[in-house]
């Protein structure tokens, strides 16, 4: 078996990535990326030291890739709009990627400035959405991670089969996001602050 030309970290980790996509984050295996990228496996450490930093490095790709995501949902909108554009992308991306989601709940290391950097996008991104809701920074820490607890849970719900009962899930999902705003409008101090004209 002849090296694959143009192999480096980040096609290692692209594959890596495609194969958590079909096949799961218990999938993933040096031996079992190596076969899909054709090469022997002991030429995988020239790129990764490991399944752990593989899958370290997986975790990385997917935060930013669903920091994208929430970015270009968000871009042109505010307040209420972009809270509701934010959580749908969100709830996308876990549903189409739900094993690279997975893989995104992986608390980073200390010092991993690239998963630090991603995970800074999204905290800016929501942020941004949040700042007509006239919070101070520790009540906004405290929404941005509400948010992503409502969109977690909801879809971690949804992928596992956990509503059967007869109500249209978008449904259910939309009025969740439209309480957690009502909340937020009232905690900034005025219903209806951040309602898109």
Known sequence: MSPRAGLDREAVVEA??????EEGLDGLTV????E???VRAPSLYNHIAGLEELKRAVAVLGVERLAGSLMRAAVGKSGE???FAIADAYRAFAREHPDLYAAT??????G???YSSAAGEILEVVGAALEPY??????????????RSLCHGFVSLELCGGFGMPREVDRSFEQAVRTYLTGLACAGGESGVGKSD
Do not use: I, M, Y
Request: glycine share 12%; charged share 35%; hydrophobic share 40%.
């Open 81 to 83: 709009q972009a809270v």
């Open 36 to 38: 899909r990228l054709g």
């Open 16 to 21: 890596a990535a495609s194969l958590v996509d």
């Open 31 to 34: 031996g079992r990326l190596a």
């Open 112 to 114: 991993d400035g690239r």
């Open 105 to 110: 709940l992986r608390a980073p290391e200390p």
């Open 134 to 147: 006239r919070l101070g920074s520790e009540d906004r820490l405290d929404a941005v991670r509400g948010l």
